[in-house]
């Protein structure tokens, strides 16, 4: 799986489950659109990264690393609440986020190593 590919069907799932979140809550709160935005964001970047940008790439990395980190807090409420329907919606946020974590992680390595194979040595003079 692509990093365009795999960060789209990430910020798919934030937008929807963050919004299935809201919809279906019995006291919603506005800290329900976070993954929300994140996911906007990263549906918005993901024509630069899909046209491998590295720039655009990195922020989309960026977010990622947010919203993973962002996501720990709602998940260890959801479970101190036991709200297995929250439980289940983060830990799906949660997966798709890091796996997106993970393809970035390995296109950038696999990147440097491409690069780093293709430069020719320097002189020895």
Request: net charge positive; aromatic share 4%.
């Amino acid at each position: 799986m692509t990093p365009a590919n795999v960060s789209l069907l990430n910020a798919l799932v934030l937008i929807v489950v963050g919004l299935a979140g809201y919809v279906t809550s019995e006291t919603p709160s506005k800290t329900a659109f976070i993954p929300v935005v994140f996911g906007g964001i990263l549906l918005i970047l993901n024509p630069g990264v899909r046209k491998k940008n590295k720039t655009v790439a990195h922020v989309a990395v960026l977010a990622t690393l947010l919203i993973l980190l962002g996501l720990i807090m709602p998940l260890k409420g959801a479970i101190g609440r036991g709200d297995g329907a929250a439980i289940a919606r983060v830990s799906l946020m949660l997966l798709t986020t890091l796996v997106a974590m993970v393809v970035f992680v390995r296109s950038f390595i696999q990147a440097r190593r491409e690069k780093t194979s293709a430069d020719p040595p320097p002189n020895a003079d």
